[in-house]
């Protein structure tokens, strides 16, 4: 069970047929409160697609002043911790 927000994260990579374009939506989401921090979409799934995820949740997390991440390892792996 997650008990705080931001210690828990997930990314996801789904693909959305539109109009017979097949577009992939990639995002970062909060187990805790369900939200999405972050998100992209392309119209092939890559790496670039999640390093975009991931550096925009940077940027959001940096942002909210609360939480900053501290490593990142091949641009998925990441750990998310407090700041003082």
Partial sequence: MVTQPYTVLTTDVTQINLLGTKLYLAAIIDMYSKEILAY???TSPNMA????????????LMASNQFCIATRE?????????TV
Avoid: G, P, S, W
């Fill in 40 to 42: 992209d979409i392309r």
């Fill in 74 to 82: 091949h641009c998925i792996n990441f750990h998310v911790t407090k």
């Fill in 49 to 60: 697609q999640v390093t975009a995820c991931v550096d925009q949740l940077q940027v959001y």
